[in-house]
């Protein structure tokens, strides 16, 4: 028995000792797109830079992706001054400055096999609500030490208790509002 738990000990102290965790920075340039009763509309904001943790198996394999995303709400431009002003008060930037996604997953929720990766689960929150997403992955690209990928996923105003007043009591906006994430990791030198 103590020879077995022995053994157990020195296997578990190998693959830990084996696991790595790589940083890469990040940088994500964001484009959010919705509807109203009489034409679509769309902003662009940039997230903060941000660093990446990938944990990786004895063999090199990636076995856990981390990373913490934040947005500054007041920065969301649409390119129209009345409306950026409804957007903010409606966001409650004064009281919720921050939009943040935590991604904290194990790297065969993101890819399968030698599968691109198609699928990010991430944690949003805004005006100080959690919510769990699941965010589209396309254009993935590994070039050596860099990587990018494109990231979409839809945000409801309502689950996200965003209220927007209408507009001259008819003008108002779509529940859906379509976010687009054009992502670039770059690993860093340790």
Known sequence: MII???SLFLLFATLSAAADTTTWSGTSKISFDGTSTLH??????EAKPFATK??????????????TVTVEAAKMDTDEAKRDE????AMKVTE???ITGVIDTP???IRQGDAAPAALPLKLTLLGKTQKLTGKISHWKLDGDKASFDLDFDLSLKKSDIKVPSVLLFIRVGD????HCAVELKRSKN
């Open 96 to 98: 919720h400055p921050l």
């Open 40 to 45: 679509a509309w769309g902003g662009n904001v």
């Open 86 to 89: 409804n957007m903010r008060k």
């Open 54 to 67: 990938v944990t990786t198996d004895a063999n090199g394999n990636p076995t856990r992706v981390e990373a």
């Open 4 to 6: 077995r738990s022995l």
């Open 107 to 109: 790297f065969t929720a």
């Open 176 to 179: 859906t509002i379509k976010v």
